[in-house]
């Protein structure tokens, strides 16, 4: 993992293999009631070729996040109000809009949450496949058409010949988000950012456009974003996993650090709110309470209200604020509160960890029946 | 396509005859009627008065019978002239003349004569029209042109001063009446700069009347100057309907295009990292332009009624004033010769406005 949380913008030069790295974001967006800080110091990084999973509830700032990186956000009402966005060393943030548009679509490209809904209804599928083609690759219409062609039997669209007359509407939503995956491989970028790309689409097309991205992903090299709050998904596609809460990073580390040792109790809570085949007839585990309200976030802490461990630090002291390389978890139990200890009653919550860490090391085990295991 | 529209058509003919009641009762309740008209006149009988109306089937105070006797004469179901149902050789009245039918009635093309000026009503109305068209051709060319410049514009610098301006001036223009707006036009331009003529089509010394056979001979000796002459008439009554209808107009472009600038395929073009201009006006513009294409198809049938309002006001020699005089006169025939051209026409851009929005949507389909 080549991240560290928070940390502070560096002018160190570039590593060879991090194609993405985003510093210290702050998007904010300002509205009639106030300023919402949607994403408020988020740093990670994404490597060549690599998965990178952005998990979180909705409206902890992931998508946000993902349109912050295209430039996608209309400003104002959004403002960037700091941090650096990074593509291959060079800050993608300060670059006049005409040459931010030559990297959109070029570059960086990104699929959306809507099939439905992304494509435009009144143009041909191969019409909106071969504008970009033709736009970014500088080629003639009739070799964009064929490009676009090649993309669609790519994705695995049968007859691409004749589905490039077709109108979106005359496919079905696993066809056009196969369509939206076609139009952004189409110029081969290097990133790609996926935002909930199976969300809309029913439970046997999900798995079907997961498999497509990582079959095209290993062909083509491309490195991917993926953003989901499906955490199947991100033990099935992902090698670095970021976990957001309210607008920030509060756990990141290797899928199975992440996974099978979370440190952050939202993280926690998160997997242990996993359905599984033992559950069956109880309730389902919840992580208590709401998403804070964006313009009166709790003071200290942003989960410190419905985190199970909150001792005295969590209502007073944000624990994002790190110094150097700290643990990979913003959470006062992992790093030490200045003039606070941890009280014993919580000593079992990391002992709980470790538990969990020394079980997965040695026999597979789902998170969920970790925790389990834990409480007996 | 054709076999739509032929469907179409065929489904359009019980409203059409829907509306013509319709029209013919709201006439029937309003207070006075033809004969009143002629009370007045020393110069003519009683007995030629009667006369008229019994050519017409019209009574004094008719009862429903005599409402539907008028009716059915004005349609050409029933004979005036005696038959009752039964034409003169003795078929049904509403055949077709060559087969035995009657004369009478707009289903034989007879729209009846001006109770007022005695002159054909089709005759007056094809007379009246190209003044009309003129007007409001030019007007309706001119709003939609800035009602989409300043719609567009307006929508995509949301909130812009260039936005607030169009907004204000909007709710103002809208809200003015037309025939205080004209009246003042005529005030400043006419009476008080003498830039422009005050009202009518053509300059009022003229020795001939606009869109008569002796106009045409005059103005095709020299048409550039007698263009012009229209040209210089035209400019403030088209302003009049043009500040009007452009404050809607450029409204519901505005809204039209927020709503398609907010839709998820305008994100996806930004994605693909397309110029600007192609996102608004390839991506966006394209979808809004749906719900305006369907607003102009039916602001064409407005070319052939007229605008009764301005028309008035500028003196203007078209079918909103033949309409107006028609209303002031209880002239009857001409009314329901207006009214039921003018709901043909409003039937037919309504069937415009599905073919064209079938042609513009491929989702579309009939």
């Given at each position: 993992m080549t991240v560290t949380l928070d940390r502070p913008a560096s002018d160190a030069p570039p590593r060879a293999d991090i194609l993405l790295d985003v510093q210290d974001l702050r998007t904010y967006f300002h509205v009639m009631d106030g300023t919402v800080k949607a994403v408020d110091g988020v740093s990670f990084s994404v490597?060549?070729?690599?998965?990178?999973?952005?998990?979180?509830?909705?409206?902890?700032?992931?998508?946000?996040?993902?349109?912050?990186?295209?430039?996608?956000?209309?400003?104002?009402?959004?403002?960037?109000?700091?941090?650096?966005?990074?593509?291959?060393?060079?800050?993608?943030l300060r670059l006049p809009e005409e040459q931010m548009r030559h990297l959109r679509g070029n570059e960086i490209a990104m699929i959306f949450q809507e099939p439905m809904s992304s494509l435009n209804p009144v143009f041909t599928v191969g019409n909106q496949i071969s504008e970009a083609v033709e736009l970014h690759l500088k080629v003639k219409h009739k070799e964009a058409v064929e490009r676009s062609i090649e993309a669609l039997r790519l994705v695995g669209i049968a007859y691409p010949e004749r589905?490039?007359?077709?109108?979106?509407?005359?496919?079905?939503?696993?066809?056009?988000?196969?369509?939206?995956?076609?139009?952004?491989?189409?110029?081969?970028?290097?990133?790609?950012?996926?935002?909930?790309?199976?969300?809309?689409?029913?439970?046997?097309?999900?798995?079907?456009?997961?498999?497509?991205?990582?079959?095209?992903?290993?062909?083509?090299?491309t490195a991917l974003m993926l953003i989901t709050h499906d955490l199947g998904v991100v033990a099935e596609m992902v090698n670095d996993v970021v976990v957001m809460y309210a607008g920030r990073v509060v756990e990141h580390g290797t899928v199975d650090e992440v996974l099978l040792q979370p440190k952050h109790p939202y993280t926690e809570g998160l997997l242990a709110s996993i359905p599984s085949k033992g559950m069956r007839g109880q309730r389902l585990n919840v992580i208590k309470g709401a998403v804070p309200n964006p313009f009166n976030m709790p003071k200290g802490c942003n989960f410190s209200p419905r985190c199970p461990y909150q001792f005295e630090p969590c209502l007073d002291l944000d624990p994002h604020v790190d110094e150097g390389g700290g643990p990979a978890a913003a959470c006062w139990l992992w790093k030490q509160a200045p003039g606070y200890s941890i009280p014993a009653r919580l000593h079992e919550a990391q002992v709980r960890a470790a538990l969990r860490a020394a079980e997965a090391s040695q026999v597979e085990v789902s998170p969920v029946l970790a925790v389990e295991a834990a409480e007996e | 396509m054709g076999r739509y529209i032929l469907r179409r058509s065929v489904q359009a003919i019980p409203v059409i005859f829907l509306i013509a009641i319709v029209s013919f009762m709201l006439m029937q309740a309003?207070?006075?009627?033809?004969?009143?008209?002629?009370?007045?006149?020393?110069?003519?009988?009683?007995?030629?008065?009667?006369?008229?109306?019994?050519?017409?089937?019209?009574?004094?105070?008719?009862?429903v019978v005599g409402m539907l006797r008028e009716f059915g004469g004005w349609l050409g179901v029933y004979n005036c002239s005696g038959g009752g149902l039964a034409s003169s050789s003795?078929?049904?009245?509403?055949?077709?003349?060559?087969?035995?039918?009657?004369?009478?009635?707009?289903?034989?093309?007879?729209?009846?004569?001006?109770?007022?000026?005695?002159?054909?009503?089709?005759?007056?109305?094809?007379?009246?029209?190209?003044?009309?068209?003129?007007?409001?051709?030019?007007?309706?060319?001119?709003?939609?042109?800035?009602?989409?410049?300043?719609?567009?514009?307006?929508?995509?610098?949301?909130?812009?001063?260039?936005?607030q301006a169009v907004t204000l001036f909007s709710y103002i223009f809208y809200s003015l009446p037309t025939f205080w707006l004209g009246l003042i036009l005529i005030y400043l331009f006419a009476v008080d700069l003498?830039?422009?003529?005050?009202q009518g089509i053509i300059n009022t010394r003229s020795p001939f009347s606009f869109n008569t056979p002796a106009y045409w001979t005059d103005f095709w000796k020299n048409p550039g100057p007698a263009l012009v002459v229209i040209g210089q008439h035209l400019i403030l009554p088209v302003m009049t309907l043009v500040a009007v209808s452009v404050a809607g107009d450029s409204r519901f472009v505005r809204s039209s295009m927020l709503d398609t600038l907010s839709q998820d395929y305008v994100r996806t073009a930004k994605a693909k990292g397309l110029s600007q201009r192609t996102v608004i006006f390839r991506h966006a513009f394209r979808n809004a332009l749906l719900p305006i294409l369907t607003n102009i198809a039916l602001e064409i049938a407005f070319l052939f009624s007229g605008a009764i309002v301005t028309e008035t006001i500028f003196d203007w020699p078209g079918m909103g004033r033949l309409y107006f005089d028609g209303v002031t006169n209880r002239d009857y025939f001409l009314l329901m010769g207006i009214l039921l051209i003018g709901s043909i026409l409003v039937v037919i851009a309504n069937l415009a406005a599905d073919v064209i929005y079938a042609w513009a949507d491929p989702r579309i389909r009939y």
């Open positions: 490597r060549r070729g690599e998965t990178l999973g952005v998990v979180g509830e909705s409206g902890c700032g992931k998508s946000v996040t993902a349109l912050t990186i295209m430039r996608l956000l209309d400003i104002p009402p959004a403002e960037i109000a700091s941090g650096r966005i990074l593509l291959e060393g060079k800050d993608i589905r490039i007359k077709q109108y979106p509407h005359e496919l079905s939503g696993g066809q056009r988000q196969r369509v939206m995956i076609a139009m952004a491989l189409s110029c081969e970028p290097k990133l790609l950012i996926a935002d909930e790309p199976t969300t809309a689409l029913d439970v046997t097309i999900q798995a079907q456009i997961l498999e497509l991205i990582r079959s095209i992903q290993q062909k083509t090299g | 309003a207070p006075g009627g033809p004969a009143a008209a002629f009370n007045q006149n020393p110069k003519i009988s009683q007995a030629q008065i009667d006369g008229w109306l019994q050519r017409w089937c019209l009574e004094r105070n008719p009862d003795g078929m049904p009245n509403f055949l077709p003349a060559f087969l035995g039918g009657g004369s009478n009635g707009v289903l034989h093309g007879d729209f009846g004569f001006s109770i007022f000026t005695g002159q054909p009503v089709l005759g007056m109305i094809l007379e009246r029209l190209p003044a009309t068209l003129v007007l409001t051709g030019t007007a309706l060319i001119i709003w939609i042109t800035l009602a989409i410049i300043l719609g567009v514009i307006a929508a995509v610098k949301r909130y812009s001063l260039f936005d003498h830039w422009l003529p005050a």
